[in-house]
């Protein structure tokens, strides 16, 4: 059974930084999606980023790109987020997911394309 554990959420304050881990266990095979999402109270379950855990390919939402980085480490299979510049739109819990791919330079960017989810981990930013 595939398990994911999230860490790194807080409460910070706006332009500072923030580091999210998800760590995966289970049988995941090299061809799967790492994702981050994001939901806001209220909001739907948001796409923030994703990257190829084969290909090291990576895709970043419109509202994140160049303050958010998404990287790996095979060896300890786990998924980074590094999140700067924060804003306090960028609260919300972040859920990391598990997902396939269908090409080596592609990644899923919706919610039914994932089939594990973490437990969520909070993200408060504050102005």
């Known amino acids: 059974q595939v398990q994911l554990a999230e860490s790194g959420g807080g409460l910070v304050q706006a332009g500072n930084s923030l580091r999210l881990s998800c760590a995966v266990s289970g049988p995941t095979s090299s061809s799967y999606a790492r994702g981050w999402f994001r939901q806001a109270p209220g909001k739907e379950r948001d796409f923030v980023a994703a990257i190829n855990w084969n290909t090291g390919y990576h895709l970043y939402a419109d509202s994140v790109k160049g303050r958010f980085t998404i990287s790996r480490d095979n060896a300890k299979n786990t998924v980074y987020l590094q999140m700067n510049s924060l804003k306090p739109e960028d609260t919300a819990v972040y859920y990391c997911?598990?997902?396939?791919?269908?090409?080596?330079?592609?990644?899923?960017?919706?919610?039914?394309?994932?089939?594990?989810w973490g437990q969520g981990t909070q993200v408060t930013v504050s102005s």
């Open positions: 997911a598990v997902g396939g791919t269908y090409g080596r330079y592609t990644v899923p960017k919706d919610t039914p394309q994932y089939d594990y």
